[in-house]
């Protein structure tokens, strides 16, 4: 529309025109002001004070072929047709010196036919001063450099896909061959956003690589470098939002970016919820990978003073929302792709009490179940409260709270529900030493073990929540089986008990080999403790409401008082073999025998040769209880109930001889006969009732009931004597 020129001076140019070949528009501005610093024409030689720029537009177009652009075919149409090439200096031979570049409201368009890229830049408000400007070598040396309120909008075209076809292509900072430095840069209040048509679908969680939506976008940075392909630049502090809810509120660090590489050097990162430090480098083939980031973007990195909420990971990585509450204190040094992942050096701290400390290596994240570990842990301490908070989903038997603080140092090797254990545990009830492979249905919530175990003062009552008759246990044993709990406890045991708190007694140096299922034992014991010497081979179960025995058992020693069993001193020895169900004489129905007996209560002492009991239920309501030794042969058979009878003769007694007794005790009904035959007994009868001197050839029947007040006993008794008393036929 106008044009003024001061030769050597200046020019100005108001709402100009400039169409490319095509007929559309390459540049264009309400106004272009040059202040001319040197002009000489004929030495291709131009310096510029300052160029300003307002409502410019410049439009950039490539062919589908690459090697056409509308701007070097608008040169092109100003050179000779007779011209011939100059080979011997680059095409553009012009030196032009530019100190000073000022726009208003530029658009800048870039269309890449040949990559499908259209690229639009708004730039409100620039201020640029220069070093230095070389065209011809194709260097811009920036003094500094503020843009304001920048829009960036890329959107690549749809494109027919092939087989190694990548919808993002990669991003080139600059053209080819161009470099660009700047001493100070500073970026305030840019959005950038980025479009893949080739998929229109916008991910709902997470950041979506084709589909970036950047806010508030301020960086500023010096002593920066930036060519065709890479970015390097000291950044001093950055800031930004993305859509997705991820918002990066400080970044100052050493950057280096390209399209395969960003590496951040004396970082300092921090986010709403996350504050990285030290470096950290992120290694790709394309930017496309950082939509498989797990399995395409390799991460190198050494962390100091790190804070990493699983949140912010998020962002990035899928499905991880059960564990993304988490947050991690960390240091060390990590290297490969999160898949594929290794740390050494590593301080890791989470939840309330969990602390790591060692090299890993694991493989198969971000499946939990499915990720091979290899831990070699110089410390290891956590809680089953900081494991649920962890993974809330995560079913643990209720149990294992009993341990409190767990401390494991040693290796791990293997997945998370089937690894090798080789270390120690440190709980709060006692330590472990292990060698086992461990195994965790999660599905059906059971666990499986096999391998070498020893526990250390390890309280297994509290642990199986049976502290009322098991304490503290000392072991070393191989092991096999299954269960966390009592109710699903299944192990054959090989090995040897040093020490075992039971019903109030520490037994020591018991050799076991033998299958533990629930409450019961099948297997052989050999104990040789101070207070009992034995050998004991069968089963014991206890998991039932009437326990079941059926076992051979040699017994040198039994102290029964130190064993807390007796208040007396009595020690037995002797040979038992049985073969019963039942706790006490009244659910028994079965067999005992006892051989080669010797009961000794402080200096007395008694041998039995023999004695066996035989108890069977002959109908619902009656049962039968026969004893044959050496010194006594007795049954009894009828209803009755041992536990009873003496309450029952009570208050038999009081109805016979007391007047008007009216009889308002619950007992069972007893309705039984006996006959008890005494041969020799000695002075067996000492070590039950010390005064008890003497019974022998006896004779006993008699008959009982309680319902109709009835009893019957004939007896035959030649000598018995009892404290002072002495009563002979």
Known sequence: ERVEIQFFNKADLVNFYVEDYNHDTLISAKELKVSFKIFELFKKRIGVNRIFLNDGTIHLHRDSTGKEMNLTELINNFKSPDAKPDTSKSPFSWHIDLRALELLNTDFRYLDDKTHTDMKVFVPSCDVALNKLSIDKKIIDIKSATIDGTRVTVDLMKRVKTVNNDSISPIHFMAAGMTVKFATLALTNTNFRMD??????????????????????????????????????????????????FELQNLSAEAFVSNKNITLN???????????????????????????????????????????????????????????????????????????????GIEIRTGRNTIFRGDFDTKGLPDIYETSLNLRIKKFATTIDD??????????????????TINYTGSLDGFLTDFVSNGKFVTSIGSATTDVNFKYDKKRNKASYNGDLALNEFDLGKFLTLENMLGKVSLQTKISGGGLTLESLHAELDGNISSIYLRGYDYKDVAVNGYVLKKSFNGSLNIHDPFLDMSFDGKADM????????????????????????????????????????????????????????????????????????????????????????????????????????????????????????????????????????????????IFVPKFHLIRNSHITGSFNSVEHQANIQASIPEIQFDRYNAKR
């Open 196 to 245: 893949d048509h080739n998929n229109d679908t916008i991910q709902p969680k997470g950041m979506d690589f084709k589909h970036l939506n950047i806010s508030n976008l301020n960086f500023f940075a010096e002593s920066g470098i930036v060519t065709e392909d890479s970015l390097l630049a000291n950044i001093k502090r950055m800031t930004a939002k993305e859509r997705s809810g």
């Open 543 to 686: 998991s039932t409401k009437i326990p079941e025995f059926n076992f051979n058992a040699n017994i040198q020693k039994a102290s029964l008082k130190n064993l807390n069993i007796t208040k007396d001193s009595i020690i037995v020895a002797g040979k038992v073999k049985s073969d019963f169900k039942g706790s006490n004489l009244d659910n028994m129905t079965g067999k005992m025998e006892l051989d080669d007996v010797t009961i000794t209560r402080d200096t007395t002492q008694s041998y039995i040769k023999y004695f066996t009991i035989n108890a069977k239920l002959l109908s619902a309501e009656k049962k039968e209880i026969k004893i044959n030794s050496d010194f006594l042969e007795a049954e009894m058979d009828g209803n009755f109930t041992l536990k009873d009878l003496p309450k029952a003769v009570i208050a038999f007694s009081r109805y016979a001889f007391t007047k008007d007794y009216s009889d308002t005790t619950k007992i069972a009904p007893q309705d039984f006969t006996t006959d008890i035959r005494i041969y020799e007994p000695g002075n067996l009868t000492q």
């Open 387 to 404: 494991l649920k908070h962890f993974y809330p989903d995560a079913k643990l038997p209720e149990n294992l709270y009993n341990l409190g």
């Open 266 to 344: 004396k970082l300092h990162l921090k986010t709403s919820n996350s504050e990285i430090s030290n470096f950290i480098s992120l290694r790709y083939s394309a930017l496309n990978d950082f939509k498989n980031f797990m399995n395409a973007v390799a991460i190198k990195a050494d962390f100091k003073g790190t804070a990493l909420s699983l949140k912010d990971l998020g962002y990035f990585i899928k499905n991880i929302s059960k564990v993304e509450h988490n947050k991690f204190f960390l240091s060390g040094e990590i290297d490969g792709k999160i898949s594929a992942l290794k740390g050494r």
